[in-house]
Structures are given as structure tokens and as C-alpha cells.
């Protein structure tokens, strides 16, 4: 069952001239070191934060508080499945968040889906409640 829907797009023309502006405040205000060290390596650096910022705002529309009530930037992350897929690993304020909605005896799944077309970057998160193992 869907617990939780969001979605968020980004001018990534926006973040580059955040970057460009702030560089490390801004990046060490809202992404986590994993965050910072794959877009940093990355030839598309801007494209890059720009999605998972885009991810950030869509997990907290999903988890029905946005940037409030104990959900911080940093307490949500993008990572990546050993298959690539990519997910959110939540701490913090997010995790309980996330255990809040979560229905007894259910698990919580996160997709998440990604993408760009320049100058924009999308992120859809949807948070499933599925029987725990």
C-alpha cells in the first residue's frame, strides 16, 4: 500500500549558481558527504546535485511533513542499490518520520526515480508500506 507520494522539480541553472555563490556551505548545509563525493567526481556536477535535490524535496512530500517538524536536509539521502537503482536512506528526524506512517507489523519501501533534461531535474518518491519479512 502507498503510504507516501512526492514529487519535485529543479532548475538546475538555479543550483549552479547556488554553487557558484555558496559552493561548500551550500552543499555541506543540505547533502551528506557520500552525496557531496558522487557529484563532485561527476563531469555534470550541477545535474547532479540538482536531481538529488530534487529527490530530497520529493522524500519529505512523501513522508507529509516537507522541511519541518524534525526533517532536515541532511537526514535524507540518495544512494544506490548494489544494482544501481537508486533509493533514499532515511536518519534522524526522517527515520522516525517514516516509522510514524509506517503501519504495524509493514515495512517501508522507498523508490525513488530520477532524471533530467536540461535545465530541469525531476525526482518522484513513493513510499510503500509492504508486509514485514
Do not use: H
Not at 68 to 97: C, F, H, I, K
Amino acid at each position: 500500500m502507498i503510504i507516501g507520494l512526492g514529487s519535485d522539480i529543479c532548475d538546475i541553472r538555479r543550483i549552479e549558481a547556488t554553487l557558484a555563490r555558496y559552493g561548500a556551505r551550500f552543499t555541506a548545509r543540505v547533502f551528506t558527504p557520500g552525496e557531496q563525493a558522487k557529484a563532485d567526481r561527476r563531469a555534470a556536477r550541477a545535474a547532479t546535485y540538482a536531481r538529488r535535490f530534487a529527490a530530497k524535496e520529493a522524500c519529505a512530500k512523501a513522508l507529509g511533513t516537507g522541511l519541518r517538524q524534525g526533517v532536515y536536509w541532511r537526514d535524507m539521502e540518495v544512494v544506490n542499490l548494489p544494482s544501481g537503482q537508486p533509493t533514499m536512506r532515511l536518519s534522524n528526524g526522517a527515520a522516525r518520520r517514516l516509522a510514524a506512517i509506517t503501519p504495524p507489523g509493514m515495512a517501508a519501501r522507498i523508490d525513488l526515480t530520477m532524471t533530467d533534461e536540461p535545465p530541469y531535474a525531476q525526482a518522484i518518491v513513493v513510499i510503500s508500506a509492504v508486509p514485514s519479512a
